[in-house]
T-cell receptor, first 110, second 115 residues
Framework: SQKIEQNSEALNIQEGKTATLTCNYTNYSPAYLQWYRQDPGRGPVFLLLIRENEKEKRKERLKVTFDTTLKQSLFHITASQPADSATYLCASGSARQLTFGSGTQLTVLP | ETGVTQSPTHLIKTRGQQVTLRCSSQ?????VSWYQQALGQGPQFIFQ???????GRGNFPPRFSGLQFPNYSSELNVNALELDDSALYLC??????????????FGPGTRLTVT
């Protein structure tokens, strides 16, 4: 069955460093991947979408890569700030639904 | 903040009861999806509605049903509630795309507790 996995361990980094989060998928080839941010008690907020024919996408301090050979997407936040602390969700898309990973909780320490 | 609203914000029900959750989509969006999110997990797809018809369904039993109205508001109904139905229920609106599900605009969710 299709699986999408994120590192379930929380990630703690120092302010100003680059945070790198990993998303792996198995048993299928998604046409695209999406990344969302979720704060406690709130709905996810869309950040970036990357298609299978795109290697990399950037938006301000965010960068996403999509490696179809490794079946992996990496999500980077450069010059991280305490306000970036949240849970980040990866999701793969098919025609009619998104399949989400369990998310990685990021804490940026001042 | 997205333009997606959900009601109620919190709800407590007893096992065996029925519940209706409501969602108002972002203006201009023709597709609504519902997700169940257990604590510490990612959202799980329940179903999607497009132009008032169910357009895809995840691995949820028939006691989970929905409606989408002409004004693109929608409802999620759950019958015969079970303890495991306790979760955050999220609705998300989007514009249908030929190449699949576009970016989703999520509401704040309804926290359902079944006792």
């Amino acid at each position: 069955s299709q699986k999408i996995e994120q590192n379930s361990e929380a990630l703690n980094i120092q302010e100003g460093k680059t945070a790198t989060l990993t998303c792996n998928y198995t048993n299928y080839s998604p046409a695209y991947l999406q990344w969302y941010r979720q704060d406690p008690g709130r709905g996810p907020v869309f950040l970036l979408l990357i298609r299978e024919n795109e290697k990399e996408k950037r938006k301000e301090r965010l960068k996403v890569t999509f490696d179809t050979t490794l079946k992996q997407s990496l999500f980077h936040i450069t010059a991280s700030q305490p306000a970036d602390s949240a849970t980040y969700l990866c999701a793969s898309g098919s025609a009619r639904q998104l399949t989400f990973g369990s998310g990685t909780q990021l804490t940026v320490l001042p | 903040e997205t333009g997606v609203t959900q009601s109620p914000t919190h709800l407590i029900k007893t096992r065996g009861q029925q519940v209706t959750l409501r969602c108002s989509s972002q203006s201009g969006h023709n597709t609504v999806s519902w997700y169940q999110q257990a604590l510490g997990q990612g959202p799980q797809f329940i179903f999607q509605y497009y132009r008032e018809e169910e357009n895809g369904r995840g691995n949820f039993p028939p006691r989970f049903s929905g409606l989408q109205f002409p004004n693109y508001s929608s409802e999620l109904n759950v019958n015969a509630l079970e303890l495991d139905d306790s979760a955050l229920y999220l609705c998300a609106s989007s514009l249908a795309e030929k190449r699949g599900v576009g970016e989703q605009y999520f509401g704040p969710g309804t926290r359902l507790t079944v006792t």
